[in-house]
């Protein structure tokens, strides 16, 4: 069969026959395994170890944080736009029995097999948490990097930032990619921004993952196979925290300890903001503004979108639609309004002009490899790109947004910075400076929105050092929330985007990013008043409170949809400023827990398998008492579901019993609302703008129930950083149903409270014919009944900064 062949000295040419004949079986996998440990090296919390084919480093962040780093390379010293924690001391105990090594801490504990090499983790007392998938662990598809995690029985996954689909995510894969997409659909993927980060549920245990890793990112939680969950990136290292904590709200806790949480915002981006695509000339944004105030529809905030400039061009106004911007703003904030602009990261090329020509100095913007500066379409035209990976860029950067601030604007709307283009198709071999360590644009395209709204955000503190800026986002990575709010983009008029809406905000949520927004009322298209109604209704508690339309659609301004529509809306938002108190408070506790202000239910019933149903995953609670139940415009009924405990009707005070699912009936000039047993809320009277002070009693409304509970109440100036130096009012108020007590703690903060009387407002309680309070204090106490069987019964007395002991 074979001819005789001259003796060769090697048998190479005899080696490539037989491949070639046998259909290269021996040729290398196209798939590259971790595979055995060769070697390791332990130091006091970090693991170091060379396996055949990679480099792989364990080490401890925190008692409830172990970080994974794999790379077919020997790890470098790495950087994180995303990551702002330091490891912290833990105790840390490493054993090798021979055939695997135990890295372990008081929390959790990480098991590493030797051969091949495979992570799992444990409780301590050796449940087992997540674990590699056997035979498949980590490995590698030419540069794509991917780790498979073993599925388990029943285990569903929430989180992941801004992605469509079900609260629930198993059954279904993601990809991360920041892109811009105009009306998107409900089933969408991938959309505006990027979080990594993922919960995992199973067996009354949880867990988080955070892949920090900025190039497209990939996450498989069971789509197209039955075996494993799985994430990775299309280049870079393999590297994710991996965090365990009893509870889910702890997880989030200790995924923002890590990437850092929000400042606080102004006061006034809490209020309502009224805004268009696009309003001008100067004289309509100045009518839109008194219509409101004529009205007495409380309102913050205007927003200009972008034929505010000449031309598109940035850092300039259109001088005949906009001849006296600071003229405009100072009447708009005499009124109470603050004035927000878009801001979109091209920069016009235009020889000559001044901003583009300091960005040339500066060596601002971005470059191909060949040196020549890259040049996108957008809205102005041709334009240059500033590199916010570039200290440079970023300098740049700062000193040009000094020109919003000079002209009497205070709030920052970052927009097209996924970056989008015409054609969307970003060249993949534009340069960015990654800090002197260059990346290519695959690299950097997910980071590039979070870190133009960081610059714009440190840019207006410099320029504004004793007030708050505002600064919102459409596109982002991991670690925006200490920088930005984030909007869910271009939604459309549509009663399944409103829903849509809710759960892309709740993902963002147990993703760490607590200020977050959607355009009420669907920037394509245009509402019924029906759903009008309903949009902005829910908008009443949604973080970012923005009503938004496109171009050539119809107005969307309250009173455009007729005289009930426009009470419907007066009355949701009067609400919402009552409830600023309440509101203010939670952001604060996100500033300190990062906690989200809109509460997926899976936060507090995380093993209820109910709260995940395609029925009841759209409710939500609003802050820690107030649960909201998001209806459709056609529906007269709707099926809710009330979680374990109590539960009162906001409306009614009718109590109702909790674990049950109901059948309700629907009206169109309520939203269903429910506060949960010994909720404690504080509320305000009515005001029309953040601008104006309350009068001087606060409201706290107190449900009776069977749990003991507690309310952190906060205040301070709500505009500058004066907090920063213990300028604020806060204590704890507690209530006590056992031995029947409403506790006031001893207040901390060199500020006095703004309010110099406290109403308590019971509801739910039996008849009280007095209420004591230790120390004396003047008290008046009244009994009022309402038109429901429930009762309120109201007491006033004086807000003593002091400890408050009061029985009942």
Not at 209 to 215: K, P, Q, Y
Not at 312 to 320: E, V
Not at 751 to 775: D, R
Request: proline residues 5%.
């Amino acid at each position: 069969m074979f001819h005789q062949l001259p003796a060769i000295k090697n048998y190479t040419f005899l080696l490539f026959i037989f491949l070639f004949l046998t259909g290269n079986s021996f040729a290398q996998s196209p798939v590259l395994e971790t595979g055995n440990i060769k070697s390791f090296k332990k130091s006091e919390s970090k693991i170091s170890i060379t396996t055949d084919n990679a480099f792989a480093e364990i080490s401890v962040y925190s008692p409830s944080i172990i970080r994974v780093r794999i790379d077919r390379q020997p790890l470098q010293k790495d950087q994180s736009y995303a990551v702002v924690a330091t490891p912290e001391k833990t105790t840390v105990s490493i054993a090798d029995d021979g055939t695997r090594i135990t890295l372990a801490t008081d929390s959790l504990k990480a098991i590493i097999q030797k051969n091949p090499f495979s992570i799992a983790f444990f409780t301590r007392d050796d449940r087992l948490i997540n674990e590699d998938e056997s035979g498949l662990t980590t490995s590698w598809v030419s540069t794509e990097v991917t780790t498979y995690k073993h599925m388990q029985e029943k285990e569903r996954f929430i989180g992941l930032g801004e992605k469509t689909g079900n609260l629930d995510r198993k059954g279904n894969g993601y990809t991360n990619w920041n892109t811009d997409v105009y009306g998107y659909r409900t089933d969408a993927d991938p959309i505006y921004s990027t979080v990594p980060f993922y919960i995992g549920i199973h067996h009354n245990l949880c867990y988080g993952i955070f892949l920090d890793n900025t190039f497209q990112s990939d996450f498989n939680f069971g789509a197209s196979n039955d075996r494993f969950s799985s994430f990775g990136a299309r280049n870079g290292e393999m590297n994710y925290y991996f965090i365990y904590n009893t509870t889910v709200k702890d997880i989030i806790g200790s995924y923002t300890f890590l990437t850092g949480r929000m400042k606080l915002p102004p006061l006034w981006s809490l209020g309502y903001q009224q805004n268009r695509y696009t309003y001008y000339p100067d004289t309509e944004v100045l009518r839109i503004a008194q219509t409101l105030r004529e009205k007495k529809i409380p309102a913050d905030g205007i927003t200009l979108d972008i034929h505010y400039m000449d031309k598109y061009q940035l850092f300039t106004w259109d001088s005949l639609r906009f001849p006296k911007p600071l003229e405009l703003t100072a009447k708009l904030k005499a009124m109470g309004f603050k004035t927000t602009v878009i801001v979109d990261p091209g920069i016009k090329i235009v020889p000559g002009a001044p901003a583009f020509e300091r960005g040339l100095k500066a060596g601002a913007y971005i470059k191909y490899i060949d040196g020549k500066y890259y040049s996108g379409e957008v809205w102005p035209g041709w334009c240059y790109f500033t590199d916010f990976t570039s200290e440079k860029g970023r300098n740049f950067w700062k000193n040009e947004v000094k020109f919003f601030p000079n002209s009497g604007v205070t709030g920052i709307w970052n927009d097209m910075n996924e970056i989008a283009t015409w054609g969307q198709k970003m060249p993949n071999n534009v340069i960015f400076d990654f800090e002197g360590k260059k990346g290519s644009h695959l690299q950097a395209h997910n980071v590039y929105g979070a870190l133009m709204a960081r610059t714009s955000y440190e840019g207006i503190r410099a320029a504004m050092p004793n007030e708050r800026p505002f600064i919102l986002t459409r596109a982002g990575y991991a670690g925006m929330q200490r920088y930005t709010a984030i909007w869910t983009g271009d939604n459309r008029s549509e009663d399944d985007h409103m829903l849509l809406g809710v759960r892309l905000m709740s993902s963002l949520g147990l993703s760490g990013v607590p200020f977050t927004g959607m355009d009420i009322g669907g920037f394509t298209g245009n509402p019924t008043a029906a759903l009008y109604s309903r949009w902005i209704q829910l908008g009443a508690f949604v973080p970012y409170f923005r009503n938004h339309a496109t171009y050539n659609s119809k107005s969307s301004e309250p009173w455009s949809y007729g005289e009930e529509v426009t009470e419907i809306a007066k009355n949701y938002i009067g609400l919402r400023y009552k409830l600023l108190p309440y509101l203010y408070s939670t952001f604060y506790e996100a500033t300190q827990n990062g906690m989200p202000v809109l509460r997926s239910l899976a936060i507090e019933n995380t093993f209820d398998s109910l709260v995940y149903e395609k029925d009841y995953q759209n409710q939500f609670l609003f802050g820690q008492s107030i649960m909201i139940v998001p209806v459709e415009s056609n529906r007269e009924l709707a099926k809710i579901y009330l979680p374990s405990g109590n539960w009162y009707n906001f409306y009614t005070d009718k109590k109702e019993t909790g674990t049950q699912e109901k059948l309700i009936e629907l009206k169109m000039e309520t939203l269903p609302v429910y506060v949960k047993e010994s909720s404690i809320i504080p509320m305000q009277s009515l005001v029309q703008t953040t601008a104006d002070a309350p009068d001087d009693t606060l409201r706290i409304h107190i449900y009776n129930g069977a749990v003991r509970a507690s309310f952190v109440y906060y205040e301070d100036d709500g505009q500058s950083f004066a907090y920063e130096q213990d300028n604020f009012y806060k204590r704890t108020i507690s209530f006590d149903p056992l031995n029947k007590k409403i506790f006031f703690q001893k207040s901390s903060g060199k500020s006095p409270s703004k309010f110099k009387k406290i109403q308590l407002i019971l509801h739910g309680f039996e008849h009280i014919e007095k209420i004591n309070t230790a120390p004396a204090l003047a008290s008046k106490n009244y009994w009022f009944e309402n038109s429901e069987p429930a009762s309120v019964q109201t007491y006033t007395i004086n807000n003593d900064p002091g400890s408050m002991d009061v029985s009942y």
